[in-house]
Structures are given as structure tokens and as C-alpha cells.
């Protein structure tokens, strides 16, 4: 059985009407922003089941939707997939129903809710629990639910603290729930080997030796003796004798008593390490332990929650770590639900196994919910890395084709005062492919409401690729005729210019690009007239100053450094010769069609020269820049 949804109102984050989450019968990762409601998930879990640390969550007003204490909170917990042992332990507490292929299957409801008492002094809050799909159904049996218990790992926890000895130490509950681990003897005998004696065995040998051990007799014998000769009155009658604590306890308590002394730490001699485990391999030994709780435990539910598992632990690991608990949970043997706020952890997790929390609601991002067809999966869980995964934490985000885009939208946004940093926006960069695939990350599948919509507005930003009538001879060829008479057939090449498209062909050609990623909040901006260089040039070069800097930018990534007067003159006297922007902005733009110049390094030094030009003139770059980056940009960046 699995925990195959949970449904939630007037918790935290989530409001009034009821919202239901569904998860994965292995592995469920939840990702997105600080305080979007991911803690609340895994808190309402372990309120309603309990933990195997036993340990006791406390409702208090912030629990409640706005801290309105006059709502009463729900949480739903919905069990799935019974085997038929489970479903006779659970028998009395089922509900029959039909699943997706119309087959009668039993399910396990649980419902629990919590209304604050006023009436009392002091106000408390007063819960309860039952069962059936309406929760009208019996009240759950301790016995009942206590296999249900989960294990939680809660985020920033002291690691190396319960791995410790100690009274009730994790480290020893955790080691007596291992089958087996009492297996042997439990009497010592002349014939017995130590080797054959359990837990047990050897608790009560030690506590025989220590009964029996020479030196102790002879105290004793020499304690009744100072109380007979000095202390006691003649005919008194007192003797003495040593009791070792804890020999008539219960042989629970004895192992118990003996796995305290426990702590589990680095072999010195088998490793590198010489000190004290750091934070981070405290934290996985941690896990590891939990993982062998899980493995040995007999309970009906095999649910381990996992808050932040990458704190502490360096990037390797954390890759190490996300491989083993995806394996764990394959073949649905073990059910795991984890938060991350870690993008190298997104990266490596399948994306039909994350669930996007945003503003008190989940998106999953499986196959029935987003508009990716299987293709897109295969292709994005290939290309999806840590640096793009920064998507799935972001509040809104911006799709480019090119590094071009990449390096200099950062600082433009910034020099218009909607730096992406303060904005929470995310920058991804697709290279030229994949910007549909991406897109359609965000966009739901029979979302038609806008209720439904994934609250992320999603800019992206392409080339509109059709060349002005000049650029051919410009920029390929010196030879082609502006009429395209001697240009080469549209089959054999592949770009267009403007001379081939009418009015309504224009407007069909933006409409196909647009088509490609467009959809609830995804808005494509296209390139106003050719490229981003293009562009750049074609609005920059009417301005002195920018056509100083554009210029100035790609004179630097194009030549050396003694060279750069020199060529600067050359190409300011190149432009004057052009009588047309057109023209102008087409021999700005051969520096990249003919391989001279980087459109990588011309963006980043671009960045450094109107960043160092134009800081604190925000009208005045705005007005020099193509309007499909400032539109872009807006976008994004507007409440």
C-alpha cells in the first residue's frame, strides 16, 4: 500500500476549498519557494500518521489558514494499492471503489480535523480521527494506527546528535527494530561460545561477571566487616552484598538498556577521515540508518519523508544520494516524499516525479498534468541540468535560445531597475533547442480555467529569421543581388529575406513561432527584425553613444588590443557609408555571420560597456534598445 494522495484545507498556505496532491508509489519530490507550502505537505502527513521517532506536533494558531482559528482544518490521507494482508488488517476501515480500469479495489481513508476551542481557558485545540471516504466510517484502532507510523527526516536536524549514545538515543530505536538483531543465546552456559549468545545473553553475562568479579567480593566482605566491628552493636545482625541495576528489568528494557551505549561513527582505521564527522556525513549516516529502519520494518506503510536532504552535504553526494533513493523507490517497494530546494538535486530526479508547489497549491509535473508529450520527457530529463532546474524554484522565468541573450539580459534588467535577482526570476538558456519542450514544462493540460494555471509567467524569446534584403550580399555573399535574382533556391538554403514575405505572410510566419511555446502564462516575444545583434544594432546605431559602445564592445572581442583605434575609425567609416539602418545594422551583423566575432563574448563584453555607459539612465537605454527585450523583460517582471 501507498500514501496516493493527500488532501488539504484551511492548513497554512492552503485555503478554504479542498486541495488534493497526488503521489508517486515510489518516489515524489516537492520543489519551489521558501513558505510555498512544501514543510506543510510533510507536516500534515506526520500529524496525521505519526512518526517513528515518536516524536509530538503540537497545532497552535499559525497551523490555521491566516491564523483564523474560527476555520476548522481537514486533512485527508488516502491509501492505495492494498495487498491482501493489508486489506486484513483494515478490513473494517475500507472503502470500495472503482479505480481506472473500472475494477473494484479497496482503499484506506483517513480523516483528521482540528477546531480550536475558545470556550476552554486557555483555548486549545481538539482533533480527532476517523475513517471512510465521507469520514463517517469507525474510529482507527491504536494497534491499527500504529503501523502506519512514518519515518521523517526533518531539515537542519542534529545528525551527528542522534547518532550518539544516549538515553532513547534514535541510533538505538532505530538498531532494535533490525530483524534479528537478538538472534542467540540468551543464558550462558560452560558449553556456550560468546559468539552464540544474543543481545540479551550478553547483557545478563556481563552482569554476572560484574556480580562474581574477585575484587567486588572482597569489598563486600570487607564493607560488613567495618559495619559488624565499628558501626553495629553487638548482636546486630548485617550483611552486604552488590546488585548490578537492571537485572530484573524486562528483556526489552535490558536491550534497550544496552544499545544505548551505542554510537555509530567513522571507522579511522578504514577511512581517510581523522576527525569528528562533519555536518554532512553525520547527515548521511543518518539517512542510511533511517533506510535500514525502513528496510527491516514489518509496518503497513513504508513512507519516508525527507526534509532538504542536500543540507550539508557537498554536490557529488548530493547526485550520489538522489540515484540511491530513486533506486529505493523503485519497484514500489518503498515510498519516499522529499523537499529540495537544491537544483542539482531537481536535475537528477525523472520530471514526471516532481511536484511543483507554488503559493499553496501542487503541480505535478507527470504526463497526465502537463502538455508534454513523451518525447519532451526523455529529451528534457537528458538536457534538464542543474543550471536550468533553477526554473522550478523560480516566481517567473525567461527562456533564450543563445548565450547572447544569456550574458546581457541580466545587466539590462538590472540597468532598468527589474534586475532578475530582486525579481526572483530565472534565466535559462535552451541553445537553440528545446525552447517549446521547456515552455510546455508550465502549461496544464485541460487547464481552461485560469484558476488552474501554473501562477508562473514564462517569457520566451526567439529570432524572428528573416533577413533584411540587403543582408544576403552583406553578410554572405558580396555577389547577391538585393532583387534576390541570382539568390539560390528557397529549397537549397536555409534563410529568407524580407523581399520573399507579403504582409500576411509576415504576420503568419510570427504567428507559427509564436504557436510553437505560447499557452496560458507562456508568452513568446519574437525579434523585432532579424537577431538579437541585429536588433541591438539596428535601434543602437542611430545614437552616438550606443553606436560608440556597440561598437566599442565588438571592436574588443574582435581584435587585439593595439588594434583597436585603428579598427574602430575603420568600421565607424564602414557605417557612414551606408545610407540605410538596414544596411547599417547588416554590416554590424556580418561580424558574426562570417565566424569574425563570438556572439558569446561580444554579449559579455557588451554587458560591461552600457552597464559602465548607461547606469542611471533608464529612459534613455530603454528607448535605444529593441522593444522586444524591454517588452520580454516587463513581462516578467511586472506584478
Known sequence: MYLSSLILKNFRSFGSSYHEIKFNKGLTVLVGENDSGKSAILDAIRIVLGTTDFHWYRINEADFHEENTSLEIKIICKFTDLSSLESAAFLEYLTYEKDANGDITPSLY???????????????????????????????????????????????????????????????????????????????????????????????????????????????????????????????????????????????????????????????????????????????????????????SQDACQLLLIEEPEAHIHAQRQMKLVKSLQAASEGNSQQIILTTHSPLLASAIKLQNIILIKNGKSYPLSKDDTNLDSEDYIFLERYLDSTKANLFFARNVIIVEGPGEALLLPTISKLLNKDFIDFGVSLVDVRSTGLRRYSRIFQRKSANN?????????????????????????????????????????????????????????????????????????????????????????????????????????????????????????????????????????????FFAKGITSKAEFAQQLALEIEKTFSGDVEKLESLLPPYIVESITYVTKE
Not at 473 to 490: E, M, S, V
Not at 511 to 533: C, P, R, S
Open 110 to 296: 483517513l480523516h483528521w480535523s482540528c477546531r480550536y476551542i475558545q470556550s476552554f481557558k486557555p483555548p486549545r485545540p481538539v482533533t480527532s480521527l476517523t475513517t471512510g471516504k465521507g469520514g463517517d466510517g469507525p474510529v482507527l484502532s491504536p494497534e491499527s494506527r500504529e503501523t502506519l507510523r512514518v519515518t521523517y527526516l526533518r531539515a537542519l536536524r542534529d545528525a551527528y546528535s542522534d547518532m550518539q549514545s544516549g538515553k532513547n538515543s534514535r541510533l538505538s530505536q532505530v538498531i532494535q527494530n533490525v530483524s534479528d538483531i537478538n538472534k542467540g543465546e540468551d543464558d550462558f552456559k560452560d558449553d556456550t561460545k560468546l559468539s552464540e549468545l544474543s543481545l540479551i545473553g550478553i547483557f545478563n553475562l556481563s552482569n554476572k561477571l560484574l556480580d562474581e568479579y574477585p575484587a567486588l567480593q572482597k569489598v563486600k566482605e570487607q564493607m560488613t566487616d567495618i559495619l559488624k566491628n565499628q558501626m553495629l552493636l553487638d548482636g546486630d545482625s548485617l550483611a552486604t552484598r552488590f546488585e548490578v541495576t537492571g537485572s530484573d528489568v524486562t528483556d526489552l528494557k535490558k536491550l534497550a538498556s544496552l544499545l544505548e551505549k551505542l554510537d555509530l561513527t567513522i571507522d579511522r582505521d578504514a577511512t581517510s577521515l581523522k576527525g569528528v564527522p562533519g555536518l554532512g556525513t553525520s547527515n548521511i549516516m543518518s539517512m542510511a540508518c533511517e533506510l535500514l529502519l525502513r528496510r527491516s
Open 450 to 590: 485560469p484558476e488552474e494555471w501554473l501562477n508562473v509567467k514564462v517569457a520566451c524569446i526567439t529570432d524572428r529569421d528573416i533577413m533584411p534584403d540587403c543582408a544576403p550580399a552583406i553578410c554572405l555573399n558580396k555577389d547577391y543581388k538585393l532583387d534576390g535574382t541570382n539568390w539560390p533556391k528557397q529549397g537549397s538554403r536555409r534563410w529568407r529575406a524580407e523581399c520573399e514575405f507579403n504582409e500576411s505572410e509576415n504576420d503568419e510566419h510570427i504567428k507559427k513561432i509564436e504557436e510553437k511555446a505560447n499557452g496560458q502564462l507562456v508568452k513568446t516575444f519574437v525579434a523585432n527584425h532579424w537577431t538579437l545583434e541585429y536588433d541591438l544594432a539596428y535601434y543602437g546605431l542611430t545614437d552616438t553613444v550606443m553606436r560608440n559602445t556597440l561598437i566599442g564592445a565588438l571592436v574588443k572581442v574582435s581584435y587585439a588590443k593595439e588594434n583597436w583605434e585603428r579598427y574602430e575609425k575603420e568600421i565607424v567609416k564602414k557605417l557612414e557609408d551606408k545610407s540605410k539602418i538596414e544596411e547599417k545594422a547588416s554590416c554590424f551583423y556580418s
